[in-house]
């Protein structure tokens, strides 16, 4: 079973109906979450079978993206450095919250690089905790109206918000064939390598990347200075919304195609950015409590545990033990097998 928002693109029903999976639909759009823990607890209620893997809660998520992504975005940095871009560092790791798991990797590269910023993004349409705002908006994959349990907000330097339907709208310069070409003609990027991009990023990426570029304004990060985020989604998931977008803007020529790069990409403003002051990051861990204490059946002493760096640093430690698990696992599954 999986449960998420009736407003979710059509792809995203598409393919869990394709794993073999059935869909419950909830009301709204990406940022109504407490209704999907309304409908997952009244289904446990209903079957005590039945178990909730929920990864907004489960610190395997926060491990994976602390280990895996971390030490591969440092590995990444050394081998750019290597072909002659950066300084074998990295300066900012920037990515939008949806469980929280990847910004993880932030702890970990602010471990290897203390001035290493972590900056996290969420939609202007609903700032949750820039202004503890709520909303609907469409950047699928992110912005739920809530601070995940995983998350860990006392490391973050800023918190900065972007605009969904710039977000699209960049999105559609790369989907279109004007798009394309227009970033080929007016601005050398080969067609090969935009025809590629088009494949890996999704609205979520665009999201990114224009966060990218707002912290590299922001902390004012020079040439030589890695700033990494993740193309965290991709196209499949979104050819319905960029046919709403053609539908509602009209498809891109060269001229509306350059517009999009001038005003969106290279025009990004520096507002809308909160910085990870103390008072910021005790606002936003406060934000927790309305979650996860008052609704989903956390203390007040588990929430205040996480205000000390031991309390990650022992999960962070936890990855050895995991894999040795894991790998004992593997072989008994195997020995039963026989192989």
């Not at 820039?130 to 995983?150: A, C, E, P």
């Not at 570029?213 to 993740?230: M, P």
């Not at 009209?250 to 999009?260: M, S």
Request: charged fraction near 25%.
């Amino acid at each position: 079973l999986v449960v998420l928002p009736e407003g979710m693109s059509r792809e995203r029903f598409e393919r869990i109906h394709n794993y073999g999976a059935e869909v419950i639909k909830t009301y709204g759009t990406e940022s109504n979450v407490k209704e999907i823990y309304d409908e997952t607890h009244r289904l446990r209620e209903s079957d005590p079978n039945i178990r909730i893997l929920n990864q907004f809660e489960q610190m395997g998520n926060y491990r994976f993206h602390y280990h895996v992504t971390g030490n591969t975005t440092a590995e990444l940095a050394g081998e750019l450095h290597a072909r002659g871009v950066g300084n074998g560092r990295v300066a900012a790791f920037v990515s939008a919250m949806g469980s929280a798991g990847t910004i993880a990797a932030g702890d970990r590269l602010k471990q290897l690089w203390s001035d290493c910023k972590i900056v996290g993004l969420e939609p202007t349409q609903c700032p949750t905790l820039y202004s503890n705002g709520y909303g609907s908006h469409d950047i699928q994959g992110i912005g739920d109206k809530h601070v995940t349990w995983i998350h860990n907000v006392l490391t973050m330097d800023a918190l900065m918000c972007i605009d969904d339907i710039e977000s699209k709208m960049g999105l559609q310069l790369l989907y279109e064939e004007a798009g394309r070409e227009a970033l080929a003609k007016r601005y050398g990027i080969p067609r090969a390598e935009s025809d590629q991009l088009i494949s890996i990023f999704g609205i979520s990426g665009i999201c990114n990347v224009l966060g990218a570029i707002k912290t590299a304004k922001h902390f004012g990060l020079g040439q030589g200075e890695v700033v990494v985020t993740i193309a965290t989604d991709a196209i499949d998931r979104y050819h319905s919304v960029m046919q709403d977008m053609a539908d509602r803007f009209g498809k891109l020529d060269e001229a509306a195609a350059v517009g999009r790069v001038e005003g969106i990409f290279r025009a990004v403003r520096t507002d809308w950015v909160m910085d990870g002051t103390r008072d910021a990051r005790e606002r936003w861990h406060n934000l927790k409590y309305y979650t996860w204490v008052e609704q989903q059946g956390k203390s007040v002493a588990e929430l205040d545990a996480q205000r000390d760096p031991a309390w990650w640093e022992s999960h962070q430690a936890l990855v050895s033990e995991m894999d040795a698990k894991l790998t004992e696992m593997r072989n008994e599954a195997g020995l039963r097998a026989g192989v």
